[in-house]
Every structure is written in structure tokens, then in C-alpha cells.
């Protein structure tokens, strides 16, 4: 049998069972017992003005009939959404 031949059944086998050893490995450091992580809270850290992204809007009118909905820019600053 060849040089290159070896190699490739060499490899062949050691790659899988390296790749089993670090699935277990990581499964077991996961499972430490007595090792409660607190979840970590998104909307505390957050700006207010990103707190209500995907909640649609309130339509409003204006003093003269126009329909408007008020919404933040990116920096935080308030503008009215004219449709």
C-alpha cells in the first residue's frame, strides 16, 4: 500500500474521532451542575425608543384631518410620518 494511501485512511479515522471528543467535551462542560447563569435581559440594556420596533404604530390625525403616525429616527429624535 502506498504512503498516500495511509494518509488518507489515517486521516479518514482520526478526523471523526476528534470531532466526537470535542462534541463531548463541550456537552459536558454545558452540563456543569450547580451552575445556574441568570438570562441575560435584552429590553433592560436597551434605548427606549428601539423597545416598540415591531409593534405597529398609532395612527393619529392632525389639526386639519392629516393622518400621521409619530416614530424615532435612529438617534433617537421624534419626527410625525405623514401619509
Known amino acids: 500500500m502506498s504512503e498516500f494511501m495511509q ?3 489515517a486521516g479518514s479515522i ?3 474521532v476528534v470531532f466526537i471528543v470535542l462534541v463531548i467535551r463541550s ?4 452540563s456543569k451542575q450547580g451552575v445556574e447563569q441568570e438570562p ?3 429590553e433592560s440594556t436597551m434605548p427606549d425608543f428601539y423597545k416598540n420596533i415591531n409593534s405597529k404604530p398609532q395612527k393619529k390625525r392632525g389639526p386639519r384631518g392629516g393622518r400621521y403616525t409619530e416614530a424615532r429616527t435612529k438617534d433617537g429624535r421624534p419626527y410625525r410620518r405623514y401619509f
Open 27 to 30: 456537552v459536558q462542560h454545558d
Open 7 to 9: 494518509w488518507i485512511i
Open 40 to 42: 441575560y435581559e435584552y
Open 14 to 16: 482520526a478526523i471523526p
